[in-house]
């Protein structure tokens, strides 16, 4: 029973583990080892009682479920797909050993020590760098991947339930079939997610097509009203006194030049996404008289994120800015965003005044529902979003106060075979 539960553990955490790796999830390693040692004490148990190994899989997607708090629908087919590689990898490596070992105790701890060792060199350097996760995908079609990966799993068990002489006998043939089939499941799934990306890529882009035009408008009246300021120069240098000129001409251009080139240099930031959420905030400023400033370098985040992930971060970072300048008792309004690289990081950085330094709670802020408006609907969940993402792409998330400002700085590593942890206060 020994010998059958520390196998059960080495598979579990082989599962368990590459269905980290694929799907990119949190690297926490108290979940890792609660989900493997539970899971493999009920497989041990459920063995020893003779129940059927549908049963155990059941058991699997419950524990990881529970654990992990992921949808249902995505952990039953990331972990069918994960059992199916797992499954894949054992009888390449059984058709191998059992040419030099045939002793099967020997063998299966062989078969788990190579997969074991595979994995942390896999994920160690990095070698699989596409996000394979389930992206917001139709029921459907998530149906289909799970009936199909399912069917996989349930045939090749079923079969070696009933007579594992077949499969023993037809190694390689079987090899190659379930090779094919993983492939082509996975090259479908990835193609599903492109077309989904893609669509998603459009929507954003027209949604902030509208806004685009407005700055483009916005500078085409700008550039019309140039010829106004001059005569309205020209008609000071005419009335005023020598002595008087340049002061007069001063105040005359101060407050527009302010405004004028907030909104110029919105055409020197190249993603649209980003450009627009600037637009609409510097709108938003001028209307409820706040100090809104920023610093946005080209080609940071666009490597990152995708544009419904950008716009998702930046729109969360900068309601949650004005929803705190915006409060009666704030009397600095004030907020600052920069976009920038700095050395192997990528950074978005968010300043604004807080009103109660001392009653901010920094350890809750990124939970879900966190809010500190009294208020019973959906707010809350924006700073709990940002996490998401950030935690999605392996990034970081420092924030801290300083003489009643709020700094939040969002970076990623861009070195290779580099993670960070979520959060820094």
């Known amino acids: 029973m020994l010998t059958d539960f520390t196998l059960n553990i080495m598979d579990t955490f082989n599962i368990v583990y590459l269905w980290i790796v ?8 108290f979940k890792l080892i609660s989900s493997v040692v539970i899971i493999s004490i009920l497989i041990t148990v459920i063995d020893q009682l003779g129940l059927n190994f549908i049963v155990t899989y059941v058991m699997d997607i419950i524990i990881i479920k529970i654990i992990y708090r992921r949808n249902f629908n995505n952990i039953i087919f990331e972990l069918l797909l994960t059992l199916l590689i797992i499954m894949l990898i054992q009888l390449i490596l059984f058709v191998v050993i059992n040419q030099f070992v045939y002793d099967a105790t020997i063998q299966n701890f062989a078969i788990e020590l190579i997969i074991l060792m595979c994995l942390v060199v896999f994920s160690k350097f990095n070698l699989f760098n596409k996000n394979f996760i389930i992206e917001k995908i139709t029921s459907n079609i998530l149906f289909y991947f799970i009936l199909t990966s399912m069917t996989y799993v349930m045939v090749i068990r079923f079969v070696w339930e009933y007579d594992s002489k077949i499969i023993m006998d037809n190694l390689f043939i079987i090899s190659v079939i379930l090779s094919a089939l993983i492939i082509f499941q996975v090259f479908t799934y990835l193609y599903v997610v492109k077309v989904i990306k893609e ?9 902030y097509n509208s806004v685009i035009n407005e700055i483009v408008q916005e500078i085409k009246q700008r550039q019309h009203d140039f010829v106004n300021y001059k005569n309205t120069i020209r008609g000071i240098v005419a009335v005023v006194d020598d002595n008087d000129v340049k002061s007069a001409i001063n105040n005359y251009i101060k407050n527009e030049d302010v405004h004028d080139n907030k909104i110029n240099e919105l055409i020197y930031i190249e993603n649209v996404i980003i450009r627009s959420i600037i637009y609409r905030n510097i709108c938003k400023a001028v209307k409820h008289n706040v100090d809104f400033e920023y610093q946005i370098e080209s080609n940071v985040l666009d490597n990152i994120l995708s544009y419904h992930e950008i716009s998702n971060l930046l729109n969360n970072m900068l309601n ?8 009666e008792e704030c009397h600095k309004k004030n907020i600052e965003v920069k976009i920038y690289n700095f050395g192997e990081t990528s950074h978005l950085m968010v300043k604004n005044h807080i009103v109660n330094p001392n009653n901010t709670n920094l350890n809750e802020m990124f939970t879900r529902g966190y809010t500190t408006k009294n208020t019973t609907d959906t707010r809350g969940y924006g700073l709990y979003n940002v996490k998401k993402i950030v935690n999605l792409h392996k990034g970081y998330i420092e924030f801290y106060v300083e003489c009643e400002t709020i700094v939040f700085d969002i970076y990623f590593n861009n070195s290779s075979g580099k993670s960070g942890s979520p959060i820094r206060l």
């Open 320 to 327: 949650n800015a004005f929803d705190e300048v915006l409060k």
């Open 22 to 29: 694929l799907t990119k999830r949190e690297n926490n390693l």
């Open 199 to 207: 669509k998603e890529s459009l929507k954003i882009a027209n949604e």
